[in-house]
Nanobody
Framework: QVQLVESGGGLVQAGGSLRLSCAAS????????MGWFRQAPGKEREFVAA????????YYADSVKGRFTISRDNAKNTVYLQMNSLKDEDTAVYYC???????????????????????WGQGTQVTVSS
């Protein structure tokens, strides 16, 4: 079984930064692609960012492009989400997820769908205050 544990959430002022981390255990981390999703109160879960197993390919939702950066450290079994220039609308619970079926031909449509992911973390709250 895979365990994903997020950390790094908190309260931050608009315009500030946070870095989320997601530590994985239970499988060989480096062979799996990873993603970040978020869910705000009363809204559906939405895609934020994803990264391929090697880290050579990254994907972002339009709403965070240019402000968020996803990265990974396979030696530490960890994926990160650096969030800069935070806005009120970024307030949500952030979840990391692992997909075991991504291939070299998987593209944005694959990575942005929650159905592509097999394992999910418990989430970490990010609150942006104005």
């Amino acid at each position: 079984q895979v365990q994903l544990v997020e950390s790094g959430g908190g309260l931050v002022q608009a315009g500030g930064s946070l870095r989320l981390s997601c530590a994985a255990s239970g499988r060989t981390f480096s062979i799996y692609s990873m993603g970040w999703f978020r869910q705000a109160p009363g809204k559906e879960r939405e895609f934020v960012a994803a990264i391929s197993r090697s880290g050579s390919s990254t994907y972002y939702a339009d709403s965070v492009k240019g402000r968020f950066t996803i990265s990974r450290d396979n030696a530490k079994n960890t994926v990160y989400l650096q969030m800069n220039s935070l806005k009120d609308e970024d307030t949500a619970v952030y979840y990391c997820a692992l997909t075991s079926t991504a291939s070299l031909y998987s593209g944005p449509a694959y990575y942005s769908s929650g159905r592509s992911y097999d394992y999910w973390g418990q989430g970490t709250q990010v609150t942006v205050s104005s």
